[in-house]
């Protein structure tokens, strides 16, 4: 699930959103749109403990964002990762 806050006009919050990606509105026009800036980051991103990481994959499948990249057996957080 992604957690998100909708601000419409600071300091108002329009939504607050725990949705899959294939359903969630915000994160369809932030994939359409990029250039829009739909989406801001977190001040928090990922990361991955080295000594559990087994690089099964499974991180990588659930991320909606695709920023999960598995590289020598481990999963390796990019760019991409909104927090």
């Known amino acids: 699930m ?10 108002y ?8 990606n294939k359903g969630c509105a915000l994160l369809y026009l932030n994939d359409s749109y990029r250039s829009l800036n739909v989406v801001r980051e977190s001040h928090e991103i990922a990361f991955v403990d080295m000594e559990i990481c087994n690089g099964c994959g499974n991180c990588q499948r659930s991320c909606q964002f695709r920023a999960i990249e598995i590289t020598g057996k481990k999963a390796d957080v990019n760019h991409n990762c909104y927090g």
Not at 2 to 11: A, L
């Open 2 to 11: 992604v957690h998100t806050i909708w601000i419409f006009k600071i300091p």
């Open 13 to 20: 919050i329009g939504s607050i959103c725990n949705c899959n």
